[in-house]
């Protein structure tokens, strides 16, 4: 339903099979060249071992949230009212959006409690711009920030690519030196 990155940096949600119609259905995997060093989390098994933030190609996050990043403040908020991360990781969200993007951050999405399908999370989302996405699945926190938007194909069963500013993050469970921008 929503895939995140690239062919090297690759976060899907909404991912096919039988959950397929939950946002919390998973797929996440960052090519081998572009892990950061201290990388001590769950790697793919072929001959690539590629970083599998959910501990698996494929997976059931235990919750899945969005945040808007709202007007540009000289205070930024570094507690996220609602979500369901600590102040620890919310500091370091803060600290990659960086003072050119980070502003007030408000939760708008979360699956369990606004509803885990594609509809769901789109009547939340709507058009909003500078979307952080946060995937939890047991001790991994990890995620991606797009600049762009969701951009929704014509034609509801199609695909649509498009280009716009963003990056994947790990907030916990992945790195020695703890939260990690990539």
């Given at each position: 339903?929503?895939?995140?990155?690239?062919?090297?940096?690759?976060?899907?949600?909404?991912?096919?099979?039988a959950?397929?119609?939950?946002?919390?259905?998973?797929?996440?995997?960052?090519?081998?060249?572009?892990?950061?060093?201290?990388?001590?989390?769950?790697?793919?098994?072929?001959?690539?071992?590629?970083?599998?933030?959910?501990?698996?190609?494929?997976?059931?996050?235990?919750?899945?949230?969005?945040?808007?990043?709202?007007?540009?403040?000289?205070?930024?908020?570094?507690?996220?009212?609602?979500?369901?991360?600590d102040?620890?990781?919310?500091?370091?969200?803060?600290?990659?959006?960086?003072?050119?993007?980070?502003?007030?951050?408000?939760?708008i999405?979360?699956?369990?409690?606004?509803?885990?399908?594609?509809?769901?999370?789109?009547?939340?989302?709507?058009?909003?711009?500078?979307?952080?996405?946060?995937?939890?699945?047991?001790?991994?926190?990890?995620?991606?920030?797009?600049?762009?938007?969701?951009?929704?194909?014509?034609?509801?069963?199609?695909?649509?690519?498009?280009?716009?500013?963003?990056?994947?993050?790990?907030?916990?469970?992945?790195?020695?030196?703890?939260?990690?921008?990539?």
């Amino acid at each position: 339903r929503l895939g995140i990155g690239g062919l090297s940096r690759c976060l899907w949600l909404g991912k096919g099979g039988a959950a397929a119609g939950s946002m919390c259905s998973c797929g996440q995997w960052i090519h081998i060249d572009d892990v950061p060093d201290g990388y001590v989390g769950v790697r793919e098994s072929d001959e690539y071992g590629s970083a599998l933030f959910g501990g698996s190609k494929s997976f059931m996050a235990d919750e899945v949230e969005v945040i808007r990043v709202e007007s540009l403040s000289l205070l930024s908020l570094k507690v996220i009212e609602g979500a369901n991360f600590d102040a620890l990781q919310s500091a370091a969200l803060d600290r990659f959006l960086g003072p050119t993007i980070a502003g007030r951050l408000k939760l708008i999405y979360r699956a369990s409690r606004d509803g885990p399908s594609y509809g769901d999370l789109l009547r939340c989302v709507g058009d909003t711009k500078d979307l952080v996405f946060v995937v939890s699945k047991g001790e991994y926190v990890f995620g991606a920030f797009v600049s762009g938007g969701l951009q929704l194909p014509d034609d509801p069963t199609g695909v649509n690519e498009y280009d716009c500013d963003g990056w994947q993050f790990s907030l916990a469970g992945h790195f020695t030196k703890g939260p990690t921008k990539l």
